[in-house]
């Protein structure tokens, strides 16, 4: 759906003079001095670390702790996270989790979701903030936990002196420090600020259109690689909106998900603690799901081809063995928890089951390289 459809509310003053201002710096004074005077390594290394801490305290901070509560973690961590959330200048943590979660419940509706992606690039990019629109005005509603938390709502009420004091303040110092004042407020403070700015707003916009889909087909949602480059891991988004309460995005060992790492070397030194991760079955079950269900599109598609009625049989012996392991494993889970609940499990039993989980999970393993050559089959039959 076009975005110019919609009709347009008044422009939000605010929002707008903030990216007309930080967007004019960077297009006019820091061209402008670096031509001029040249920027020295301190700007550039400064600009880094701001660069990578306000983008951490966004996807470890706002996103996966404040919005998901995928873990807990201790208050220094909060603050810091609170403190660098707002020099990315995002909005504070109760608006920014109480919008990111609705787009969870709602997303893709026009209506609901505050970024939509279905509105166009522009506007699940940066439109949406431009003006005052009905999906954008946060639902504090959803956000009761964190109304809760006497940090958050401390953040909250002095968002803005918290955030000019980060951005204005700290690079002002850092730059007095290493002897180059403009310098570092150009480059560590206006360039960073509007490159974590796009960075952040890609997830909205280009997550939920350039990628793949594995793990789901039923929303927007996408899974890209050069995204999570760029975002800290927060480009496996596919993954993201199929398990929203699991502290990784990029699930895989190799898949690069900073964020991830770090949530998990902070918890080593009891910073951030009981967190939460899907079991695999439940990730191999969905990737499955997935396959059966463009297998079904691709079956369609083909109906009448040659060995039609071969690979149909094989698809359906298929999915009955896929519903008979996710039998097994659910009734291995509800067990699991029965003797849980009862204390009655001994460290044998434990280990008994574990071993029977990892064969359930080894079945869908091998089921999903089958169902992968199926496919294969099914495209070049
Ligand atoms: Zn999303
Ligand atoms: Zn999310």
Same mark, same amino acid.
């Given at each position: 759906m076009q975005e110019t459809s919609w009709k347009k509310p008044p422009l939000n003053t605010p929002a707008v003079f903030m990216f007309a201002l930080t967007h004019a710096v960077v297009l006019t004074a820091v061209p402008w001095y670096g031509i001029t005077h040249g920027f020295g390594a301190a700007a550039w290394i400064w600009f880094a670390v701001f660069l990578s801490l306000t983008e951490l305290a966004i996807t470890c901070g706002y996103h996966r702790l404040f919005a998901h509560l995928t873990y807990q973690a201790k208050p220094a961590l909060r603050l810091v996270y609170l403190l660098f959330g707002a020099m990315a200048l995002q909005n504070s943590a109760l608006v920014w989790s109480a919008g990111h979660r609705v787009h969870h419940?709602?997303?893709?509706?026009?209506?609901?979701d505050p970024y939509c992606? @279905?509105?166009g690039f522009w506007f699940s990019h940066i439109g949406w903030m431009l003006r005052n629109y009905p999906s954008g005005v946060p639902d504090f509603d959803t956000a009761r936990d964190l109304q809760r938390d006497p940090l958050v709502m401390w953040q909250h009420r002095y968002y803005l002196p918290i955030a000019l004091a980060m951005?204005?303040?700290l690079s002002f110092l850092v730059?007095?420090?290493?002897?180059?004042?403009i310098g570092v407020m150009l480059i560590a403070g206006f360039l960073r600020l509007v490159a974590s700015h796009h960075l952040t707003f890609l997830i909205n916009s280009a997550a939920h259109i350039f990628g793949t889909q594995p793990y789901t087909a039923e929303n927007t949602a996408r899974d890209n690689p050069v995204l999570a480059v760029l975002t800290?891991?927060?480009g496996y988004h596919n993954f993201h909106h199929a398990f929203a309460n699991d502290y990784r995005n990029g699930v895989r060992w190799w898949q690069w998900d900073p964020? @991830?790492?770090l949530i998990r070397t902070l918890s080593w030194f009891g910073l951030a603690y009981k967190l939460k991760s899907v079991p695999w079955f439940r990730i191999q079950r969905a990737l499955l799901l997935a396959q059966f269900r463009r297998a079904e599109r691709e079956l369609a598609a083909y109906d009448g081809r040659e060995h039609f009625a071969q690979l149909k049989a094989r698809l359906a012996e298929e999915y009955a063995t896929f519903q008979a392991a996710v039998s097994s494993w659910t009734a291995?889970?509800?067990q699991l928890l029965q003797k849980t609940r009862e204390s009655a499990l001994d460290r044998w039993e434990h280990?008994?089951?574990?071993?029977?989980?990892?064969?359930?999970?080894?079945s869908l393993h091998l089921q999903l390289r089958r169902m992968q050559s199926l496919r294969l089959q099914l495209r070049t039959a």
């Open positions: 419940v709602s997303i893709d509706d026009p209506e609901l992606a @279905k509105r951005n204005l303040g730059g007095w420090a290493s002897g180059d004042i800290f891991g927060e964020s @991830k790492w291995l889970r509800a280990s008994e089951f574990r071993a029977r989980a990892k064969e359930l999970e080894r």
